[in-house]
């Protein structure tokens, strides 16, 4: 596996976590720690879209 099919998979990881939050206990880590929809924290929202997008040619490979 690739360095970067292993860093989009510990961002979706780290994203599915973040949404498990949100849906059972309404507590959104990444704002939290980084801030409700700063720059950063968009940022990293962005990178898990991306990573999701990019896991669709992991599923999708032979």
């Known amino acids: 596996m690739k360095i970067i099919d292993k860093i989009a998979l510990v961002l979706?990881?780290?994203g599915a976590i973040n949404?498990?939050?949100i849906g059972i206990?309404?507590?959104?880590?990444?704002?939290?720690i980084f801030g409700d929809m700063t720059v950063l924290s968009r940022i990293i929202y962005g990178l898990v879209?991306?990573?999701?997008?990019?896991?669709?040619?992991?599923?999708?490979?032979?």
């Open 12 to 14: 979706i990881i780290i």
């Open 19 to 21: 949404w498990g939050l």
């Open 25 to 32: 206990f309404n507590f959104n880590l990444v704002a939290t």
């Open 49 to 62: 879209g991306v990573s999701g997008i990019w896991c669709i040619k992991i599923l999708l490979d032979d």
